[in-house]
T-cell receptor, first 114, second 114 residues
Framework: GESVGLHLPTLSVQEGDNSIINCAYS??????FIWYKQESGKGPQFIIDIRSNMDKRQGQRVTVLLNKTVKHLSLQIAATQPGDSAVYFCAEVDSGGGADGLTFGKGTHLIIQP | EAGVAQSPRYKIIEKRQSVAFWCNPISGHATLYWYQQILGQGPKLLIQFQNNGVVDDSQLPKDRFSAERLKGVDSTLKIQPAKLEDSAVYLCASSPSGANYGYTFGSGTRLTVV
């Protein structure tokens, strides 16, 4: 079946630098994408989402970019802080039908170096 | 607003035993999901409920897993008999009514089968 994959299992960045986490998806019918942050022992926490009729969306210190042509999603975190250390997942869903459970990728572990 | 509540937080059982997990979604949320998250992977959808009806259980191993949401509120997920490969975190999520309204995850139940 379709799945969402991530390119890097681990990303190490210096505190204060910008982070970019990438994701490739395979289901062309997916029309809604979400980035989640997961800290140890906790459930996934919503960061930002984007619908397929957009190519960019900004939040507080985070930006999501969507390239439907190559089925690519990225999360940019500005001025990375120690509290940003976590595993980040992208997830996709085809929201058109009743079955709208999320399909997740494997995750990228973001490590912040002091 | 109270979050999604799950119990127990941890469970250790021997293979071939049975186990049950409980989820109390956010009040008023019609849609409830159970996910399985194996260590190092993204969550995988097991089953989706809309009120007390099953919307999608295509990825639920029905020979050993069962789930119910009898009154359209709380839900239980059961495994009988458990296998070693069932060791994972079982996450519950809820939504007011599917993808268009967002998802909130609980902290999960960590199951270890020995």
């Amino acid at each position: 079946g379709e799945s969402v994959g991530l390119h890097l299992p681990t990303l190490s960045v210096q505190e204060g630098d910008n982070s970019i986490i990438n994701c490739a998806y395979s289901n062309s019918a997916s029309d809604y994408f979400i980035w989640y942050k997961q800290e140890s022992g906790k459930g996934p926490q919503f960061i930002i989402d984007i619908r397929s009729n957009m190519d960019k969306r900004q939040g507080q210190r985070v930006t999501v970019l969507l390239n439907k042509t190559v089925k690519h999603l990225s999360l940019q975190i500005a001025a990375t802080q120690p509290g940003d250390s976590a595993v980040y997942f992208c997830a996709e869903v085809d929201s058109g039908g009743g079955a709208d459970g999320l399909t997740f990728g494997k995750g990228t572990h973001l490590i912040i170096q002091p | 607003e109270a979050g999604v509540a799950q119990s127990p937080r941890y469970k250790i059982i021997e293979k071939r035993q049975s186990v049950a997990f409980w989820c109390n979604p956010i009040s008023g949320h019609a849609t409830l999901y159970w996910y399985q998250q194996i260590l190092g992977q993204g969550p995988k959808l097991l089953i989706q409920f809309q009120n007390n009806g099953v919307v999608d259980d295509s990825q639920l191993p029905k020979d050993r897993f069962s789930a119910e949401r009898l009154k359209g509120v709380d839900s239980t997920l059961k495994i009988q008999p458990a296998k070693l490969e069932d060791s994972a975190v079982y996450l519950c999520a809820s939504s007011p009514s599917g993808a268009n309204y967002g998802y909130t995850f609980g902290s999960g139940t960590r199951l270890t089968v020995v």
